[in-house]
């Protein structure tokens, strides 16, 4: 999750029952959860002020949850490789993702509102929150489609970071490891928050359970 203009970041919690996934941009970050908390009172597609920015939320929102990997093609319109050579080649090698979803993805993102087209490339646009936590049963499915792409991803051997522990601890000591976690997840959107220039896109996916439960 960012706040610095041009670093954005989609994030899943596995560990906290607050599911979010989110993508974030300086500028519309607070209105947008605005309009999340808003529409707990009303429907703002009711509010002439507020109808359009809801619309785009809304179908951002479900071509999340339908097509997940849009926003990995989205992290790599913010590179300065996509910036420098926009071209759909350069998004398969940033995401290693196949031809058919690098060649959809950046229409159904500028149908969305999410990037607008400039010239011969698509640059992400100011309206970059979306929160998943609305549908827990699809907010349930993304968090398994990353995981599963994690593990596929891991499967050859590749560089990155894949690790695993299988453990017996305390249930206390479970939980105090969950906030370890969340400290870390925490940590880690700041570092992503400052982190410039962009050029790589990545997966972090992390999970901490007990098997028993």
Do not use: C
């Not at 792409?149 to 105090?176: E, H, I, M």
């Not at 370890?180 to 220039?197: C, D, F, G, H, K």
């Amino acid at each position: 999750m960012s706040f610095s203009t041009g670093t954005r970041a989609s994030y899943a919690h596995s560990m906290h029952p607050s599911f979010a996934s989110q993508s974030w941009q300086s500028p519309g970050a607070t209105s947008l959860r605005l309009l999340d908390f808003l529409s707990i009172l009303i429907d703002p597609a009711r509010l002439p002020s507020v109808a359009n920015s809801w619309r785009s939320l809304q179908q951002a929102r479900e071509i999340g949850y339908e097509r997940p990997l849009t926003q990995a093609v989205l992290r790599a319109l913010e590179t300065d490789a996509y910036r420098l050579r926009p071209t759909a080649r350069t998004i398969s090698i940033l995401t290693g993702l196949p031809d058919a979803e690098v060649e959809a993805s950046p229409r159904l993102l500028r149908d969305s509102g999410q990037v607008i087209p400039r010239g011969e490339r698509d640059v992400p646009s100011e309206v970059q929150v979306v929160d998943f936590r609305r549908d827990p049963d699809a907010a349930q499915r993304l968090k398994a489609f990353w995981a599963a792409l994690a593990a596929q991803r891991a499967t050859p051997p590749r560089a990155g970071l894949f690790a695993y522990n299988v453990f017996s601890v305390s249930r206390a000591d479970l939980v105090k490891l969950q906030t370890l976690q969340r400290a870390y997840l925490n940590e880690m959107r700041t570092v992503i928050a400052q982190s410039q220039p962009s050029e790589v896109v990545a997966l972090a996916s992390f999970n901490l359970f007990s098997l028993g439960d």
